[in-house]
């Protein structure tokens, strides 16, 4: 009997001991949902309809459940040192339920970068003249470089062309903006450029976002701690996906049970999948170029109408065109003396990326010259001079204190900048290209 009952009494601790550390071992249980609705006595039997088995593209990843990031709120205050910051961060993450020791292993790597900062106030494509810009992205190397790298990967383009229904140059084309076809995918420790960022609190708000979803890209596997090195801006990998991104378009592309952005497969296949779903329609172009007429209205800068309506201005499209009921929005990226443009909605997709115009043209334009396309027909006004970032802040002030609102004063030539310039050249009867140089801002700023 003895026996017996330290025998009872061993089987029972053991089994307690193991549901013990079962429950242990799980980083986040989730809670089983309890029955709540009334059941019928008696089941009334109905016909079975057979259901149409859906067969994902791709492995699932396993659901894990990770904090909710959604109430996280940013405190839009100075601290007085980056350690206070770290301090302010690391009790918001752990109150959000993340791992105390994730994030402090996290924030440990973290250092100020002054040069973030000045590289975040100082973006190529918000400061250049757009040929400056694009001429950079579509030099002779990258495009032989690309043409190379798109031979290289044919048939990984071609199944995510035939996957996604996307233009497989204009992938090849980001790759190539974005890393330089993989050869240079950042060397800044994420954590040290997206405190940087959170700390100087411009963008503290995207910067803390994107740091949340990188500890939840490390917990899932995806993103080893050994290798975290990307961008100053937070992009990682072949094509530079920002972490908050990744986590809803990424995609397990060479089915090794992670979704890793330095892989090649998955960093193509993700660009692919998150332009598809941000509404990229298959067989239209990113833009139309086109001549204006004389005597042209320039008022219609800016304006989005349907290609029909611009045939019946007189313009004249170079090269062929869509259904004439396609939306097109005109723009004159440097003016009247430059290229006249139609940009379509593709054209707004690849600015999901990089939310401004230049970049999407030096995408395009790249992905055209990669494929053989050749290039634009109307040559750039290289003798047009840009203003200086101080210039630009006055001309901001200037205008706002007139009435054409700018929507704020950064020093940056933006959509809401060129607008209010526009409306100010309609005023005074000048030509409404809408574009700033040192030319057409002419007796303005004194």
Known sequence: MA??????FNLTFLTVSALLVAGCSAPYPVPVAQETTKQPTKAIPQPQKKQPVFKPSYPVAPRVVFPNTSTAKVIPQNYDSFMDWKSDFARRANALGYNPYDVQRLLDLAQYKAKVISLDNNQAE?????????QRATAVSKVLQGRKKFTAHSGLFSQIQQRYQINPYIVASIWGMESSFGGGTGNINLASSLSSLAYDGRRRDFAEKQLFSLLTLLQRGDVNWSYIKGSWAGGMGHTQFIPATWLA?????DRDGRRNPWSTQDALSSTANYLHNSGWIAGLPPFIEV?????????????????AYWQNLGLHTMGGFPDNSVLTTLWLPAGEYGPALLTTKNFDVIKVYNNSSNYALAVSLL????????????????????????????????LTSM??????????VGTNTRKAFQRWQISVGRTADGFICQRTVSGLLR
Request: hydrophobic content about 30%; glycine content about 8%; cysteine-free.
């Open 3 to 8: 026996y017996q009952s330290l025998f009872k």
């Open 126 to 134: 918000f400061v250049k003249m757009p040929w400056d810009y694009v």
């Open 249 to 253: 378009q990424g995609v397990d592309a």
């Open 291 to 307: 001549r204006l007429p004389k005597n042209f209205d320039y008022s219609n800068v800016g304006q989005k109408k349907p290609l």
């Open 367 to 398: 992905a055209r010259e990669i494929a053989y396309q050749g290039s634009l027909y109307q040559p750039w006004p290289t003798y047009e001079q840009p203003l200086t970032k101080s210039e630009v802040k006055m001309l901001q002030q200037k």
């Open 403 to 412: 009435g054409f609102d700018t929507k704020g004063v950064d020093g940056v």
